[in-house]
């Protein structure tokens, strides 16, 4: 067995370098868990209130934390080492999407309710344009999902 000059045992550095990387993951995984937790309580007092708006600002809250939540699955995946999947993140890209599908609607019809009339077109098509992009990113993740899922059922039918 031949002696290392620099004379460090890369076993013991590869282990400690584990060691800290969960030790991060779990910070992390507990900073998402408080930001989730915080993000309700302060949407909390919107809810005392009976307006659209104070309903908008509660959705919006709690897709956010539905978001963050989703954010967490990856982490405790790799703390229990167990192998990466993009399921999470196409969540969070269908909840972020939908949120703002709703928001978009949300803020265009109080604009014109407290304008008093019909949007025109030269405002409406932005809008229209923006949930429509919305919708398509919707469905391409949908689809990827639903190939993410027959692959997985094609892989356990391989293995068995």
């Not at 930001?35 to 809810?47: F, K, W």
Request: charged residues 15%.
């Amino acid at each position: 067995m031949e002696q290392k000059p620099y004379g460090l045992n890369v076993k013991q550095l590869r282990t400690l370098l584990i060691v800290g990387d969960d030790i991060v993951h779990f910070l992390v995984a507990l900073t998402l868990l408080v930001c989730a937790g915080m993000v309700l309580v302060l949407s909390l007092p919107n809810l005392l209130h009976l307006e659209i708006s104070s309903i908008l600002h509660v959705l919006n809250d709690v897709l956010l934390v539905l978001i963050i939540m989703e954010l967490l699955w990856p982490i405790v995946r790799f703390l229990q080492r167990k192998s990466f999947i993009l399921n999470p993140f196409i969540y969070i890209g269908i909840i972020s999407s939908v949120r703002r599908l709703l928001l978009i609607e949300a803020e265009h019809t109080m604009i014109i309710r407290s304008c008093n009339h019909a949007g025109q077109w030269e405002t409406t098509w932005p809008v229209l344009a923006e949930m429509g992009a919305n919708v398509v990113i919707i469905l391409v993740l949908a689809i990827a999902l639903r190939i993410l899922a027959a692959g997985k059922n094609d892989q356990a039918r391989m293995d068995d």
